[in-house]
């Protein structure tokens, strides 16, 4: 059996005994089913792994007992910050899962004129802790070591005006240009990926007064969960790691 990779929310300081999170120490003991003397890799978000046997697992709790600090890194060398409009059901969630699997360092969930996504406070607060899920358990699956962060929920002109020293792209079926004329070398690019209906003229203008490069993919219209990852794959293939 693969050995299981598991997140531990808190920096691993030094080896020796560790208690498992209530959600690792779940899926350990009642998901897998796993036992004393079985291996897991644990990993805390700072870029290093940790073999580890596991030595006690009761009811609530799993102990694990972690033998070496390992140096670890599968971070893309392109810095990508995805600006995603928020879409409905359970898209947004594919796109977070599938943009980590591809290396994206940043996701920021957007809403804009025809954004088909309306929640009260709580609800988004409990959606952004779910999104936080997702990504976790998309690093545990890939082998990342590194955590990206989902940021908080903001409208869409005020996450294109942040200031930002990379490349910004809006993806457009009418531009000009297509990632592969995208000059050379790109080391960050802040990605923008509008709703299911598009951004409104207005909302494409306003990209352009805050130095948004647009870009297509090609000759088809592409739904937005497509279009995210189509194009945060083929950034990968020309600035990082992929192909």
Not at 63 to 84: A, F, K, W
Not at 134 to 143: D, N
């Amino acid at each position: 059996m693969r050995i299981p990779r598991i997140y531990h929310p808190e920096i691993i300081q030094q080896l020796g005994v560790v208690e498992l999170s209530e959600d690792a120490a779940g899926h350990i003991g009642r998901a897998l089913r796993m036992k004393e003397g079985q291996q897991v890799l644990l990993f805390d978000g700072s870029g290093a792994e940790f073999p580890a046997t596991i030595s006690e697992v009761t009811k609530k709790t799993v102990h694990v007992d972690v033998t070496e600090r390992i140096e670890r890194s599968s971070e893309s060398p392109l810095d990508l910050h995805l600006g995603q409009v928020m879409s409905r059901g359970d898209k947004m969630e594919f796109t977070i899962q599938k943009s980590v699997e591809l290396g994206v360092n940043t996701i920021t969930p957007l809403i804009s004129e025809r954004c088909g996504v309306k929640l009260d406070q709580k609800r988004f607060e409990k959606k952004m802790e779910q999104w936080q899920k997702i990504a976790i358990s998309a690093c545990e699956q890939c082998g990342r070591n590194t955590v990206p962060e989902i940021r908080p929920i903001m409208k869409l002109e005020d996450w294109c005006a942040e200031e930002y020293d990379g490349l910004k792209l809006n993806l457009h079926p009418r531009a000009k240009y297509s990632i592969n004329t995208l000059p050379t070398p790109v080391e960050k690019v802040r990605l923008l990926i509008g709703p299911e209906g598009g951004l409104s003229s207005d909302e494409i203008d306003m990209t352009e007064q805050y130095q948004f490069e647009e870009t297509l993919l090609g000759p088809r219209v592409l739904r937005t969960e497509t279009a995210a990852l189509t194009a945060i794959t083929a950034l990968q293939v020309r600035f990082g790691d992929l192909g």
